[in-house]
């Protein structure tokens, strides 16, 4: 006979009643992580985590079966079948369709999440109350075939150089694979395709600093042995895990915000589901200051038309995306036959 099924548990969160269900099952088969861990794991890092959530629409990573099971994105909330006090906030697509989206206002909407599943959290850069005008612009350092976090972590500390000109401080942390994330807070006035644009102006000024180590190219054969600079991550529906979301790979691993001093040295498979809360209870939260201040977006549009003046335009959006005003060809460079040979 098969052992007992663990009972399921009502557990509060927040002033709410969460259900857990099957708290035994594995998720993290590798590691022995079960559903109950992630659960536990989430309320341990509630306060870092809601900082990076919070009043956000936010997609859903959900493995219901574990992470090697079937997975899938979550970007509609079900009209039924969900607790009453859970909220939700409408977002556009690039299509204009719409959708409701979970919107966490506290950590039992993270603890809800966690028992439908969800292992990965991917917040959009606004906030409910001004779904179309970003306050968090994402640069994302990508390491391609032949470089790793360690030159994701260089070119973090040449960005670092930039930010510090412009006067602004920026927030890094590991993407919880090879990749570094810099986030910085600005006031919600520009649209999503200004603020891309931005994200753009300043990737190309780190990429003149140091062409040999950065690039911009959005064509995989263009890149070379560089760390790519993923501007489309700030076009509309598109999302990074958030801080102190698990990532779904074999170690567990966590998107762990950092102090500007640790990035040299940091070890990404060294935060992760048991290491993280311990490091947040002992360390406090390196972000914890990402909301003192947002910054004026101004001196980086002034770089959009400073570049646009020399020839350099908008880059390519992601396939999903309607063709853009002013988007180059998206043709990638050796099938383009009108290309220059």
């Known amino acids: 006979m098969g052992g007992t099924r663990a009972a399921a548990e009502e557990i509060e969160v927040a002033g709410h009643h969460v259900r857990l269900s099957s708290p035994e099952r594995v998720v993290f088969p590798q590691r022995g992580f079960t559903k ?21 629409p936010t997609t859903l990573q959900r493995f219901p079966e574990g992470i090697e099971g079937e997975a899938f994105f979550q970007k509609r909330v079900p009209a039924r079948g969900v607790p009453p006090w859970l909220r939700t906030a409408q977002i556009s697509f690039p299509s204009g369709r719409k959708a409701a989206e979970l919107c966490p206002a506290d950590l039992a909407h993270v603890a809800w999440a966690a028992q ?43 960005l670092r150089e930039i930010l510090a000109e412009l006067g602004v401080p920026g927030w890094p942390k590991t993407s919880g694979g090879r990749g570094v994330h810099v986030y910085l807070r600005i006031q919600p006035r520009w649209t999503f395709v200004e603020v891309r644009r931005a994200t753009i102006a300043l990737a190309r000024e780190l990429e003149r600093r140091r062409p040999d180590l950065v690039t911009t190219a959005w064509w995989k054969e263009e890149r070379g042995t560089r760390v790519f600079v993923d501007y489309n991550q700030m076009a509309r529906d598109r999302t990074i895990a958030c801080a102190y979301s698990l990532r779904a790979n074999a170690r567990a691993t966590a998107s762990a915000p950092l102090a500007w001093d640790e990035l040299a040295d940091a070890e990404p498979d060294d935060f992760d589901l048991r290491s993280v809360p311990a490091r947040l209870a002992e360390r406090g939260d390196p972000h914890a200051g990402i909301d003192d201040a947002a910054w004026d977006l101004t001196p980086l549009l002034d770089w959009v038309e400073r570049d646009a003046a020399n020839g350099q335009g908008d880059l390519p959006y992601p396939p999903e995306h309607p063709k853009m005003p002013g988007e180059p060809k998206r043709v990638q460079p050796s099938k383009d036959r009108d290309r220059p040979r």
């Open 116 to 158: 439908m599943g969800t292992v990965v959290f991917h917040p959009w850069p606004v906030r409910a109350r001004n779904p179309d005008h970003p306050d968090e612009l994402r640069i994302d350092l990508d390491p391609q075939p032949g470089t790793d976090f360690a030159d994701a972590a260089e070119a973090a500390a040449e």
């Open 36 to 56: 109950a861990d992630v659960f536990h794991y989430y309320l341990a890092v509630g306060p870092g985590i809601m900082r990076a959530l919070g009043e956000r």
